[in-house]
């Protein structure tokens, strides 16, 4: 999707620090941390947000969160982070291309702001 940013940085258009990557997914370190860890995990494929979802996305949107696992077990978060998609306005979504955010490293509160 043309001027979509994480469009581009799937594509490498825009530098980021890339921490896994496959046929399907991209997963980078977010450019201001919420936390000692905070990496986004998107699929390549453009879908603004959970709305635009269809039934054929399923098994995308689980890869999303096998992949967090995967990343989570390399960086050694063996007490637990949080998972979290903000979607829309009122969850405080500012980039229209679905992202699951993994943050860890610290203790996280509930509920959230
Ligand atoms: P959200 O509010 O859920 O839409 O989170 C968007 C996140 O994306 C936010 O934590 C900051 C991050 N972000 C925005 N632009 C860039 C960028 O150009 N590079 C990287 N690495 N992260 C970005």
Redesign the pocket.
């Known amino acids: 999707m043309e001027n979509c940013?994480f469009c581009k940085?799937a594509a490498k258009e825009?530098p980021?620090t890339i921490v896994y990557e496959d046929e399907h997914i991209v997963a980078?370190?977010?450019?201001?941390p919420q936390a000692p860890e905070h990496i986004?995990i998107i699929p390549r494929k453009h879908i603004a947000r959970i709305e635009a979802l269809t039934a054929n996305d399923t098994e995308l949107m689980g890869r999303l969160v096998f992949v967090a696992k995967h990343i989570a077990d390399n960086l050694g978060l063996k007490n637990g982070y949080r998972l979290v998609f903000?979607n829309g306005a009122n969850g405080?979504?500012?980039?229209e291309h679905i992202?699951l955010?993994l943050m860890g490293g610290r203790k996280f509160s509930w509920p959230a702001g």
């Open positions: 940013i940085i825009i980021s980078f370190r977010d450019l201001n986004l903000n405080g979504q500012e980039v992202h955010h």
